[in-house]
């Protein structure tokens, strides 16, 4: 056998690997997909719904590389719905923990209803935005929950990201709301502001999330005991 032809052998077997990781790829990616689809955002998290979301997001981790957003941060950047969190953070969610940093806040026995979370990432500039659509009280207020932060990048783990939240806002979700429907609706004093500036400790670690998988439209990330897949929409 010739040099020239153990390198045709060589280069057709690289193209038929490099094939076959894109096919498999493409797979996980569409399992990921299907099961996003089978969930309805808002119902329990079971354990079996989590399983199977969890077990395709592995598949799809494991496909592919952990992006290096220290070498490319503008990678993360755009406008994401949550499409999944194992935390729950779409449907019934207590007020009392989403109102604890407010003064007059943290009342227990309040609900609220999450109805769509997106966030908004620019490492580059060290912004991050999370907006919570929100409905609370009686009758149904709707109401936005939005926090800021400085948003950067691990220097030991180019794909985590921290994030130092500095600012915590409800805001009236329609014209015709006032800030004192947004009060009765979370339960909060009406003398009380309803939004606060996080006081910022350099000594307190930032919040870290582990990007575990990124491409043009998907991202997957994972906390200490929590998993959650976002698509980019913008």
């Not at 030991?156 to 979700?173: G, K, Q, S």
Request: glycine share 6%.
């Amino acid at each position: 056998m010739s040099w020239k032809q153990l390198a045709i052998i060589v280069i057709c077997a690289g193209a038929h690997a490099a094939t076959a990781l894109a096919d498999n790829h493409a797979d996980a990616k569409v399992d990921l997909l299907t099961a996003l689809q089978a969930y309805e955002p808002g119902a329990p998290v079971t354990d079996s719904v989590l399983a199977a979301i969890d077990t395709a997001a592995a598949a799809l981790e494991a496909a592919a590389e952990p992006p290096d957003l220290a070498a490319n941060p503008a990678a993360a950047k755009g406008i994401w719905i949550n499409r999944f969190s194992s935390q729950g953070i779409v449907g019934e969610i207590d007020l009392m923990f989403m109102t604890r940093a407010l003064p007059g806040g943290g009342k227990p026995g309040r609900k609220a209803n999450s109805l769509t979370v997106v966030q908004e990432l620019d490492p580059e500039k060290r912004f991050y935005r999370n907006l919570m659509t929100m409905t609370a009280g009686e009758p149904a207020i709707p109401l936005l929950y939005i926090a800021t932060a400085d948003l950067g990048v691990a220097a030991t783990a180019p794909n985590v990201l921290e994030v130092a939240f500095h600012t915590i806002a409800f805001v009236p979700a329609r014209a015709d709301v006032t800030l004192a429907d947004v009060r009765a609706a979370l339960g909060v004093a009406a003398e009380a502001p309803l939004s606060i500036d996080v006081p910022q400790d350099p000594e307190r670690p930032p919040s870290t999330s582990t990007v575990t998988y990124l491409d043009d439209d998907l991202r997957i990330n994972r906390g200490k005991d929590y998993i959650a897949i976002l698509q980019r929409v913008r």
